[in-house]
């Protein structure tokens, strides 16, 4: 079994989420990773099975032959209970090895979710040969590293750890990019508001934490198709944007006389924090300068 098989933040060709999602081509909506059923007897005005008047108004005539059987009866008869509603949500149900992981590795699997080292399925398997049985444990693991938790992880920019909870490596950019991608994708069919502004800030996050220029960003991250090819340079046009502005910053604190940000900030209307987060990239990339 390959890393990928447990990583599946790699995916090439990830599509661009839609700006507003489209009834047609939409996916499923999902509450976490797991599809939302139609409510339980979910009127739709129609009876499927004879194309007739809808359910709702059969219901209706029963329910005017049990009141008239009620009047019939006296005020003294008893009132059958009404049986209790289904609950259309069912509880989510977590795979019993990632319950099992979450007890043996609780600073991987726990409340807080870790980008995992390459190769863990691997290393899991050698060290708990009879505890975690191989094909159960290659499902629970597809099932984590799918969870919106962990995309999260990968998509922080979090290192990879192994299952002593060491730092072993930074995540790649084409991970953290098919990351944020496919947690937005997610997000955006669960909503009308256009997320994809979100979607362009969080990806020009990511390309400036990798420094890689777009023809090495594209290569690494391997897309082809128009649509993802386009948010990648509508990302790069952000980070363009932030470059210009943060050395344009750079060039009035040096010509401010300021020794302080926060009176620099306050002089140019600048928000303190984003005046210093600025200030302390080169026009080079990311680094320090003297302004702190």
Request: glycine share 8%; aromatic share 4%.
């Amino acid at each position: 079994m390959t890393d990928h098989d447990v990583t599946p933040e790699a995916r090439p060709e990830t599509a661009a989420p839609p700006a507003t999602p489209a009834a047609a081509d939409a996916p499923a909506a999902t509450r976490g990773d797991r599809p939302i059923q139609p409510e339980a007897g979910a009127d739709t005005g129609t009876d499927p099975s004879t194309d007739g008047p809808s359910r709702k108004r059969r219901r209706g005539g029963r329910n005017r032959g049990r009141a008239e059987a009620r009047d019939a009866a006296g005020p003294g008869a008893a009132r059958a209970p009404a049986p209790a509603a289904a609950n259309p949500r069912r509880e989510r149900q977590v795979h019993p090895l990632l319950e099992k992981l979450a007890t043996l590795y609780p600073h991987l699997f726990g409340a807080r979710f870790l980008p995992l080292q390459r190769g863990i399925y691997e290393a899991l398997l050698e060290r708990h040969p009879e505890e975690l049985p191989k094909e159960e444990l290659k499902i629970a693991m597809g099932l984590h590293a799918r969870s919106a938790r962990y995309l999260e992880a990968i998509a922080a920019r979090h290192p990879r750890h192994n299952l002593e909870g060491e730092v072993v490596e930074p995540v790649a950019p084409e991970h953290v990019h098919h990351a944020i991608v496919e947690l937005f994708r997610r997000r955006q069919s669960r909503t009308q508001e256009d997320l994809r502004p979100q979607l362009i800030a969080r990806l020009a996050d990511a390309i400036d934490a990798s420094g890689l220029d777009r023809s090495t960003y594209v290569e690494q991250v391997r897309v082809g198709r128009p649509d993802a090819l386009a948010l990648i340079d509508e990302a790069f046009a952000e980070h363009g944007r932030r470059q210009a502005r943060g050395e344009a910053v750079r060039r009035a604190f040096a010509a401010s006389g300021q020794t302080d940000v926060d009176a620099f900030a306050a002089m140019y209307g600048i928000p303190s924090g984003e005046a210093r987060r600025l200030l302390k990239k080169t026009p080079a990339g990311p680094g320090t300068v003297q302004a702190d």
